[in-house]
């Protein structure tokens, strides 16, 4: 408990001196503090964008069909996939080039900025990273290519087709755990201005790939099954499972129930709750710091975008954090129609549009 107190006060201490969040922290050179906690400040003070009100930041296929004139298109995709259909006006940048691509041009001169990948997933993290990295009007084509045409739906077909259900549920309202220390991010940046430590980080993770098939080589994506089953050594030597995130609303983490009840099995064994509505859970003088940084930590939503979106911000922070692909589409996508408020984020074939795309030669 004391480590909660002692980051939180520091950073109360840096918004208290700063005035309002959106003003200078003038003294914000005579206090220190860790980086975790400077970047968590620099964040808050930027409108802590992962607890705001416009978070996930995602587009439906029909507006971006209906401005594909008008929005810059970022098709981050490989070379082949991108060749062999693509939304027209979409260029294909390398995940690892989106903040210099787009530092190298006059962004500003569209409304928005729309990722594309093939499930929205992996752009979703990438378009994180770049909100974060200060580049505020990115959008994600919400469940990628696989609306944009049938041709490129395979992916979230197999996951719906086989509508798994794996491993057992409960409806457990599983504790937080205790607080604790920040994950570390490095000692290398030192007392280096905050701006570039934000700036390193983010680089360092847009250059990692986020991997759909292999996860278990995976820096960034994991599965249900692997996080639940495998045994981890914390930092303590102790023998440890992963640990499992529900971020979501109540919806979410009761889903197999009808909309009065709230007591069906809805969520893997051990699950741990962290509301993304109202409460915002990830705040800083929140339940940040339940978050454990001795394991590492699988983080599930509706559909993978907005597990993508906390994942990436827990990288940044130092967790070993990973989104465990298509969410709770992986695990039970047959019960997620009965919660109304998740409807939005459910992947279904009438979302297909089958929208014209270019092939290249």
């Avoid at 997933?121 to 944009?148: D, R």
């Avoid at 940044?316 to 589409?329: E, F, P, S, W």
Wanted: some cysteine.
């Amino acid at each position: 408990m004391n480590y909660r107190i002692t980051i939180a006060c520091a950073i109360f201490v840096l918004l208290f001196f700063s005035g309002c969040m959106e003003d200078p922290a003038s003294e914000m050179d005579e206090i220190t503090i860790d980086n975790v906690a400077r970047v968590l400040t620099e964040f808050e003070k930027r409108g802590d964008f992962i607890n705001s009100q416009e978070m996930p930041t995602l587009i439906e296929a029909e507006e971006l069909y209906e401005h594909i004139s008008d929005y810059l298109i970022i098709d981050i995709r490989v070379d082949t996939l991108y060749r062999a259909g693509h939304v027209e006006n979409a260029i294909n940048v390398d995940h690892s080039e989106l903040a210099a691509y787009l530092q190298n041009i006059n962004y500003d001169i569209y409304e928005k900025i729309i990722l594309i990948s093939e499930t929205g997933q992996a752009a979703s993290y990438y378009n994180c990273l770049l909100q974060l990295y200060g580049i505020q009007n990115v959008y994600t084509l919400k469940f990628g290519m696989s609306v944009w045409h049938f041709d490129f739906a395979g992916r979230w077909m197999d996951v719906v087709s086989n509508r798994l259900y794996i491993g057992d549920l409960d409806n457990n309202t599983n504790p937080k755990p205790d607080y604790s220390h920040f994950a570390g991010i490095g000692e290398r940046f030192g007392n280096s201005d905050i701006g570039g430590v934000i700036e390193a980080r983010i680089t360092d993770l847009l250059n990692e790939p986020f991997l759909l098939d292999d996860t278990e080589n995976s820096n960034i994506t994991i599965d249900m099954n692997e996080i639940a089953d495998r045994m981890f050594t914390s930092d303590q030597g102790e023998q440890v499972r992963g640990y499992i995130m529900c971020y979501g609303n109540d919806g979410l983490k009761y889903m197999g129930g009808k909309p009065s009840e709230f007591d069906a099995p809805s969520h893997p064994v051990g699950t741990v709750w962290y509301n993304n509505w109202v409460l915002n859970d990830l705040r800083s003088i929140s339940y940040l710091q339940t978050v454990p940084s001795d394991r590492p930590v699988g983080v599930y939503s509706t559909s993978g975008h907005e597990s993508a979106f906390v994942a990436a911000y827990l990288k940044i922070l130092g967790y070993n954090a990973k989104t465990i692909l298509y969410g709770a589409h992986s695990f039970a996508y047959g019960m997620l129609f009965g919660r109304e408020t998740l409807i939005p984020f459910i992947f279904s074939t009438d979302k297909i549009k089958n929208y014209p795309y270019i092939v290249e030669e």
